[in-house]
């Protein structure tokens, strides 16, 4: 099992920049895929950005592509979502979550997939 622990949320002008950080503990990090989501009011759950196992494959949702970076440092068993250029419509709350699958270069979109998930950092974006 892994505990999931987001930061970095806050409040920002469009055009600015935050960056999420997900510390996770329990089990090996090196073992998840790590993904980010995000919940509008009103919405469903979306696929924001997941990387990899290895770290070597990386997946965006097309909005954010060119805008938003996810990285992973096993080391700090930490997750990241770097995002610059922010527009009104990212404003959400993040979660982080992670998927437990012996595949190293695997990536999922899917809600359903990913086995643990963190409380979620809100992201407010104003024009």
């Known amino acids: 099992q892994v505990q999931l622990v987001e930061s970095g949320g806050g409040s920002v002008q469009a055009g600015g920049s935050l960056r999420l950080s997900c510390a996770a503990s329990?089990?090996?990090?090196?073992?998840?895929?790590m993904g980010w989501f995000r919940q509008a009011p009103g919405k469903e759950r979306e696929f924001v950005a997941a990387v990899s196992r290895s770290s070597g494959t990386t997946s965006y949702t097309d909005s954010v592509k060119g805008r938003f970076t996810i990285s992973k440092d096993n080391a700090k068993n930490t997750v990241y979502l770097q995002m610059n250029s922010l527009k009104p419509e990212d404003a959400a709350v993040y979660y982080c979550a992670a998927l437990d699958t012996y595949r190293t270069s695997y990536v999922s979109r899917r809600t359903s997939e990913y086995d643990y998930w963190g409380q979620g950092t809100q992201v407010t974006v104003s024009s």
């Open positions: 329990g089990r090996t990090f090196s073992t998840y895929v």
